[in-house]
Nanobody
């Protein structure tokens, strides 16, 4: 089992920044890929960014260039830094884990956190 706890959501203004953290515990989390997904009201949950067990990163086109995902092994934490926020970034953000490599498909992830709300005002 892997437990995931998100933090760092909140209210931000358009153009601002937020830093989301996902703390992983349980099995050897260094062998897991961690990804961030988001779900806006009435929409499907979508991939945002992910980092593989070997620290390769992937980003959705909607956030690429203004977001950075990183891993702190010692703290078992994955951080998503989001800059130049837009109102359309408003969603509940979830971190998720699967073995080794990230994928864009939410169905392939075994473990999920409870989510953290991000609201971006214009």
């Amino acid at each position: 089992q892997v437990q995931l706890v998100e933090s760092g959501g909140g209210l931000a203004q358009a153009g601002g920044s937020l830093r989301l953290s996902c703390i992983a515990s349980g099995r050897t989390t260094s062998s897991y890929a961690i990804a961030w997904f988001r779900q806006a009201p009435g929409k499907e949950r979508e991939f945002v960014a992910g980092i593989s067990y070997s620290d390769n990163t992937d980003y959705a086109a909607t956030v690429k260039g203004r977001s950075t995902i990183s891993r702190d092994i010692a703290k078992s934490t994955v951080v998503l830094q989001m800059n130049s926020l837009k109102p359309e970034d408003t969603a509940v953000y979830y971190c998720a884990a699967r073995k080794y490599y990230t994928t864009f498909s939410r169905a392939t992830y075994e473990y999920w956190g409870q989510g953290t709300q991000v609201t971006v005002s214009s």
